[in-house]
């Protein structure tokens, strides 16, 4: 990881989306990670190419690579990724 990315900006990141975007989470995990029966899921840890989640299935945990469609520069762009991603994933569920 970059200095701009280091693990306790991965650790924010994650603790913020989990604890007040859940929501978003789990739509990370079905659109883009292609769960579409994901009823819960968990980021544990995003970097500048990526985000790992922990997505529940049919009561069984599975994890979820979701690629990022460019290299993420700091703590801001992932920010605006995430809001892109969450709101591109509302309209690919409808």
């Known amino acids: 990881m970059s200095d701009n990315f280091s693990q306790e900006v991965s650790a924010r990141i994650c603790g913020h989306m989990n604890e007040d975007h859940s929501n978003a989470v789990i ?19 995003i ?29 801001e762009d992932a920010h605006q990724t995430l809001i892109a991603m969450v709101k591109q994933a509302r309209v690919q569920a409808k």
């Open 27 to 45: 739509l990370y995990a079905q659109v883009f990670g292609g769960l579409t029966e994901a009823s819960a899921a968990q980021m544990l840890t």
């Open 47 to 75: 970097d500048p190419q990526g985000m790992d989640l922990l997505a529940r299935v049919s009561d069984e945990d599975v994890p979820v690579r979701i690629n990022f469609d460019h290299v993420l520069q700091d703590s």
